[in-house]
């Protein structure tokens, strides 16, 4: 189909990001003919989501650095004398520094079964505890008769996340070899029958769980039961994403999950951040007059543009600095600062921080305890329902389909048409491109931010609990002035992002140096590297770390559009992820852009 599409169309949406595919969904939706490719094999863009083994591919493919040749004399002469061309660049530039580290013994005796496993370093992972039943949150649906239509879904990518899928990857067996462990800290479940699928017990034993080591070689064949990131990020209950999911029934294509926990990084340890009032009067950590204030603040921050003669005067000021006068002990300041406000000492002002704190309490309660929500197989399917709702209205879809440039007429100074990778020329009235199709001389001119990532898979949570099912974000601020705050995110398997007995842990800050430079002391201070072998009662504080994967990330979401050279009126540029927790940056790319 791809090489026989129609010659016309209203909207043409090059990239499948996540501001793309809402623009190309509500387009769709109000009746416009919407053509919507993407030159990669995979939906998403920088906002996908990979298997283990597509993760691999997906790194070889930019450590290869290919570049392909931009110059198409089969195009050129299709240009007519009152036209000229904007020609798009066919490689992707917006991935950096890519490394990888492997810390945990390899089976080389094992045969990989699993497709795609590229890489010869690899990781091993424990199965301990059996998983908790933690149910999925659902968003209400406003319209019951929207019909469900199939995109195009490589099986590189994360898989449907239907009720049933859930359920079967929810039972998985885990396999691998046994060895005895002394964990004190390890709790047993109730259910026997779910613990004997993980661990061997005998029948009638009150003897804790063994731990189960397991090779790089099990993690390829149960690659599928991951799916990596990206971009990390999380819905507020509250926020613009999760407002449109409802209001557009794109809510009825994907599950959530509630974060179970707000953790900080204080004096060396680890430790969970009471969030709403029953943490807060339950919390062991807080003296009672430590909760008498907390309570106090928080419910002025609540509604804090009601009384401006207590903030008017320290406006100029940062939000460190001001919680300072809020007569706060040094305990609860770097809570609220770190945990709630989810800035640092220097990042944001007295407003900023108030307005922040608003946020994150405003967001309480909707779904759960903490403010936010992660889909159920990764960030990745946020952009894939949303291209669903597209198809559905009749959107055309084109994965591995390359555009080679832009027409443009030169008397109305617009965009007419483009030509593709088969020299077919398809007209439209609008167009939208990803920034990351632009050539270098379009973009000559523009000055990019850098996002530092790291993705690891570890052996346990970062602050063990009875249950071994719990999602946690915790922020470690910078050590020096100057440097940027690090947000940590931990999946747990019933997310549906890894295999049960590991987390997958994404680490997230605005670069001032290469990935591994930004985020690896944070890296060290968390866990601790997986060893070769294992010795008998060894008792380990941190969680081991099995495997690590370090990249750079163009941030092009404060880009002004006046940068761009030479851009006709009726080409919108749709911006990759930033670094923001949140998905808002997107949704407002789409009002501003249709409305």
Same mark, same amino acid.
């Given at each position: 189909?791809?090489?026989?599409?129609?010659?016309?169309?209203?909207?043409?949406?090059?990239?499948?990001?996540?501001?793309?595919?809402?623009?190309?969904?509500?387009?769709?939706?109000?009746?416009?003919?919407?053509?919507?490719?993407?030159?990669?094999?995979?939906?998403?863009?920088?906002?996908?989501?990979?298997?283990?083994?597509?993760?691999?591919?997906?790194?070889?493919?930019?450590?290869?650095?290919?570049?392909?040749?931009?110059?198409?004399?089969?195009?050129?002469?299709?240009?007519?004398?009152?036209?000229?061309?904007?020609?798009?660049?066919?490689?992707?530039?917006?991935?950096?520094?890519?490394?990888?580290?492997?810390?945990?013994?390899?089976?080389?005796?094992?045969?990989?079964?699993?497709?795609?496993?590229?890489?010869?370093?690899?990781?091993?992972?424990?199965?301990?505890?059996?998983?908790?039943?933690?149910?999925?949150?659902?968003?209400?649906?406003?319209?019951?008769?929207?019909?469900?239509?199939?995109? +195009?879904?490589? /099986?590189?990518?994360?898989?449907?996340?239907?009720?049933? @899928? $859930? #359920?079967?990857?929810?039972?998985?067996?885990? =396999?691998?070899?046994?060895?005895?462990?002394?964990?004190?800290?390890?709790?047993?479940?109730?259910? +026997?029958?779910? /613990?004997?699928?993980?661990?061997?017990?005998?029948?009638? @034993? $009150? #003897?804790?769980?063994?731990?189960?080591?397991? =090779?790089?070689?099990?993690?390829?064949?149960?690659?599928?039961?991951?799916?990596?990131?990206?971009?990390?990020?999380?819905?507020?209950?509250?926020?613009?994403?999760?407002?449109?999911?409802?209001?557009?029934?794109?809510?009825?294509?994907?599950?959530?999950?509630?974060?179970?926990?707000?953790?900080?990084?204080?004096?060396?340890?680890?430790?969970?951040?009471?969030?709403?009032?029953?943490?807060?009067?339950?919390?062991?950590?807080?003296?009672?007059?430590?909760?008498?204030?907390?309570?106090?603040?928080l419910t002025f921050c609540m509604e804090y543009e009601k009384h401006p003669e207590e903030y008017k005067a320290y406006e100029e000021i940062t939000f460190s600095e001001y919680l300072k006068t809020q007569k706060l002990t040094p305990n609860l300041q770097y809570f609220v600062l770190h945990s709630i406000a989810m800035t640092s000492e220097t990042a944001s002002n007295t407003i900023d921080g108030l307005k922040a704190t608003k946020n994150f309490l405003h967001c309480l309660g909707r779904y759960g305890n903490t403010p936010f929500l992660f889909p159920l197989y990764g960030q990745g399917e946020l952009p894939q329902c949303f291209c669903r709702m597209c198809a559905v209205f009749g959107g055309i879809y084109c994965l591995r389909h390359s555009v080679q440039c832009l027409v443009v007429d030169k008397e109305s100074r617009k965009c007419k048409a483009i030509i593709d990778q088969f020299g077919q020329r398809i007209i439209s009235k609008h167009f939208l491109v990803e920034d990351s199709y632009f050539s270098e001389n379009t973009c000559s001119h523009v000055q990019y931010r850098q996002i530092s990532r790291s993705v690891l898979i570890t052996d346990r949570s970062i602050l063990k609990t009875d249950s071994d099912q719990q999602i946690s974000i915790l922020t470690v601020p910078g050590e020096e002035p100057g440097t940027f705050a690090v947000r940590v995110i931990e999946l747990c398997s019933s997310t549906m992002t890894c295999m049960k007995g590991t987390y997958l842990v994404h680490l997230t800050c605005t670069s001032s140096k290469t990935a591994r430079e930004d985020l690896e002391p944070v890296v060290q201070k968390l866990f601790t590297p997986y060893p070769e072998t294992e010795t008998e009662n060894e008792e380990v504080e941190k969680p081991r770390l099995l495997w690590a994967l370090y990249f750079n990330m163009r941030d092009s979401s404060d880009v002004s559009r006046n940068s761009y050279n030479d851009l006709p009126s009726n080409v919108y540029v749709c911006s990759g992820p930033d670094s923001g927790l949140g998905n808002d940056n997107a949704v407002k790319q789409q009002k501003k852009t249709v409305n």
């Open positions: 189909m791809a090489d026989n599409l129609p010659s016309e169309f209203d909207v043409i949406v090059i990239g499948t990001g996540l501001p793309e595919s809402i623009i190309a969904a509500a387009c769709s939706r109000s009746g416009q003919r919407v053509l919507h490719v993407d030159s990669r094999s995979y939906y998403g863009g920088n906002w996908a989501s990979f298997s283990f083994s597509g993760i691999l591919s997906w790194l070889k493919e930019h450590q290869e650095n290919r570049d392909i040749v931009n110059e198409d004399p089969a195009w050129h002469e299709q240009i007519l004398e009152n036209e000229e061309a904007i020609a798009l660049s066919r490689k992707d530039k917006t991935i950096q520094h890519v490394e990888v580290f492997c810390y945990a013994s390899r089976d080389l005796h094992e045969e990989v079964e699993e497709a795609g496993a590229l890489q010869k370093n690899h990781a091993s992972v424990i199965s301990e505890n059996p998983t908790e039943a933690v149910h999925s949150a659902y968003l209400p649906s406003e319209d019951e008769s929207l019909c469900t239509a199939s995109c +195009e879904m490589l /099986t590189e990518q994360t898989p449907s996340s239907d009720l049933e @899928t $859930a #359920l079967e990857i929810n039972n998985v067996k885990v =396999t691998g070899e046994t060895k005895k462990h002394d964990d004190k800290t390890c709790m047993k479940s109730a259910s +026997e029958e779910e /613990t004997s699928k993980n661990v061997p017990t005998t029948e009638g @034993t $009150a #003897l804790q769980p063994k731990k189960t080591r397991i =090779t790089y070689s099990q993690i390829i064949k149960e690659g599928r039961r991951f799916n990596i990131d990206l971009v990390s990020k999380l819905l507020y209950s509250r926020g613009l994403l999760i407002d449109l999911l409802i209001k557009s029934n794109v809510s009825r294509y994907a599950e959530f999950k509630n974060i179970t926990r707000i953790l900080a990084f204080r004096e060396g340890r680890v430790e969970q951040v009471p969030c709403s009032r029953a943490d807060v009067f339950n919390s062991k950590q807080l003296t009672m007059v430590e909760k008498r204030m907390l309570m106090k603040f």
